[in-house]
Structures are given as C-alpha cells and as structure tokens.
C-alpha cells in the first residue's frame, strides 16, 4: 500500500508538485497489466485533479523521465477504480506507475 498527501499547512501562493512512484517493475512476460487505486475526498474544488502515470526509462528522478498520463483520477466516493496498462506496458522489461498531484497554494 502507497499513499500521498498534498496537504501544505500554511503554503505561500506558490503550487507543490508531489508524485508517488512505484516501485520498477519486469513486465517483460506479462500479456496484461493492470493498476488498483482509491482515494479519500479531498479539500480541492476538482480544478487541479491527481494523475496516473507510466514510464519506461524512470531512473529515480521524474524530471528526466518520459511519463504518458493514463487518466486523471477523480474518485473521491473511495470505491476502488481498476485502470489497464496493458497497452501501455505489457512486454516492457521496465515500468513504474506514479501518481502526480499539482496542490494549489493559497
């Protein structure tokens, strides 16, 4: 289980970018992938929404990563939501799935 918070106690005017990366995974032998999430409701008004991403060349520093955003994730009833990465990394000898969120400052 992984979790993320964008809360910034007494933030300037200024956004924090947070991601989550998993870690790197061998889905060289893999003919379907898939990723499991829920959230918890947030304080945010849905303008600036988290999103699901994969890469394949990630070497632990997401700036120089190549990420293809999969969806954004709006689900604050907390159901579980399934998303298939087949596509995206079945046959890949490396991949991480982030979760990226911009809070806006106040």
Not at 52 to 60: F, H, I
Request: net charge negative; with cysteine; hydrophobic share 35%.
């Amino acid at each position: 289980t992984y979790e993320v918070n964008g809360f910034c106690s007494g933030c300037t005017a200024a956004n924090t970018e947070t991601w989550l990366v998993s870690a790197g995974y061998d889905f060289s032998g893999a003919t379907s992938v898939g990723f499991e999430y829920s959230t918890s409701p947030g304080f945010d008004d849905n303008s600036n929404l988290p999103e699901l991403r994969v890469s394949t060349d990630y070497a632990g520093e997401v700036s120089t990563a190549t990420w293809t955003t999969i969806t954004t994730i709006d689900n604050d009833d907390g159901d579980d939501v399934f998303v298939n990465l087949t596509t995206e990394l079945a046959g890949e000898a490396f991949g991480v799935v982030a979760i990226r969120y911009v809070s806006i400052g106040s």
